[in-house]
């Protein structure tokens, strides 16, 4: 069982990465420029994030009524749909990032090997509040 687990997550991170490098959203350049909608908008990043979401709702959609995936491991989604300060803190954090370096980290990986500096500045924002986010929200 841990061998299919393995080979599926090796498999939806390799098809991730693809999607990046097809989409272009590994480029922060494009990425910046999508958000830029008065000037040089890139509008086809639109069509894969339209897809993105299509794909994702279908996919919850098979899976809601399941207790195990396909890979006959146990279906693990959130059991709440409550909207509360965790959730928005950090769609403000993320979104604000992405909007100012143009990487988030699924692209960020994928540019771990350009060494671009951009690539460090977004590490040295990342890996600090991977370890705060979890005191502010003590409980």
């Known amino acids: 069982m841990k061998m299919t687990l393995n080979i599926t997550a090796f498999l ?11 989409s272009g959203f590994y480029n922060p350049n494009n990425v910046l420029s999508f ?17 993105s979401i299509i794909i994702s709702a ?4 098979v899976i809601k009524n399941r207790s195990l995936s396909f890979a006959n491991n146990p279906v693990q989604l959130p059991d709440t749909k409550q909207l509360d300060l965790k959730l928005f803190a ?12 143009g990487i988030c980290p699924g692209p960020a990986l994928v ?3 350009s060494l671009k500096i951009e690539v460090v500045y977004f590490f040295i924002g990342l890996i600090p509040g991977l370890f705060l986010i979890p005191i502010f929200f003590r409980k």
């Open 12 to 22: 939806s991170g390799a098809i991730f990465g693809f999607g990046l490098l097809v």
């Open 111 to 113: 540019l771990v090997g």
């Open 90 to 101: 950090g769609a403000a954090l993320f979104g604000t990032g992405w909007g100012i370096a």
């Open 58 to 61: 279908m996919a919850f959609q």
């Open 35 to 51: 958000f830029d909608i008065f000037g040089d908008w890139k509008v086809g990043l639109m069509i894969t994030f339209v897809l």
